[in-house]
């Protein structure tokens, strides 16, 4: 069997069933597809072959996510729901938190859909790391934190309100001029703060203006 073939069932999964009897369903479709990707990383090495089961791990969580989106009965007007960092990145590791992010306009049911949503996660065994914002929310903090600010670089849209989705790239544009000093300052740091620790005894300078 193959990934394909794996995700057409989880698609094809009937939402009329019971709670447990679902979650019990995508449970068992998801180990099959973790004893078909384990088989793939056993195999020679090749150029891409990491990021290519990465891609495939993010794609099969997708399909998860989005069926049980489905089986809530969908995503009210003026929510979005996307993935950031590594999961935005479709570079998601295995035992990798999932990292989400639910925007929605301040008037949306964003409480009761949260909740009806990630307990569904949880029921899933799923490491989730999620926040609620509105744009207002969303731009406020991302000019405060350069951290969550990274994490919007790998948006990517999952469901709920593209043109939602769309106003995180335009207010970055907007937001970006005046947040790029500070921005590279900071991930400079880092970067010498890594290379720092693998070569402590002759670490290289890096100046910093």
């Known amino acids: 069997m193959e990934m394909i073939d794996l995700l057409k069932q989880l698609t094809d999964l009937p939402l009329s069933l019971p709670r447990t009897e679902f979650i019990g369903s995508l449970k068992n479709l998801e180990s099959k597809a973790y004893e078909l990707l384990k088989t793939r990383n056993t195999v020679p090495?090749?150029?891409?072959?990491?990021?290519?089961?990465?891609?495939?791990?993010?794609?099969?969580?997708?399909?998860?996510?989005?069926?049980?989106?489905?089986?809530?009965?969908?995503?009210?007007?003026?929510?979005?729901?996307?993935?950031?960092?590594?999961?935005?990145?479709?570079?998601?590791?295995?035992?990798?938190d999932i990292d989400l992010l639910l925007l929605h306009h301040p008037e949306a049911p964003i409480?009761?859909?949260?909740?009806?949503?990630?307990?569904?996660?949880?029921?899933?065994?799923?490491?989730v790391s999620s926040s609620t914002r509105t744009i207002a929310n969303l731009k406020e903090q991302a000019s405060e934190d350069e951290t969550f600010l990274t994490t919007l670089f790998g948006a990517r849209f999952l469901a709920g309100d593209i043109n939602l989705f769309y106003k995180i790239g335009t207010s970055l544009t907007k937001l970006l001029p005046s947040l790029r000093k500070p921005f590279l300052r900071t991930e400079i740091k880092e970067i010498y703060s890594v290379f720092s620790n693998f070569n402590r005894e002759a670490p290289h300078k890096i100046l910093l203006k």
């Open 45 to 96: 090495w090749r150029r891409g072959k990491g990021l290519a089961i990465s891609a495939e791990l993010s794609k099969l969580k997708d399909t998860i996510i989005k069926k049980i989106v489905a089986y809530i009965s969908g995503i009210p007007a003026g929510i979005t729901l996307i993935a950031v960092g590594g999961y935005g990145r479709e570079e998601l590791s295995p035992f990798s």
């Open 111 to 127: 409480a009761d859909f949260a909740a009806k949503f990630l307990y569904m996660l949880w029921d899933m065994k799923y490491q």
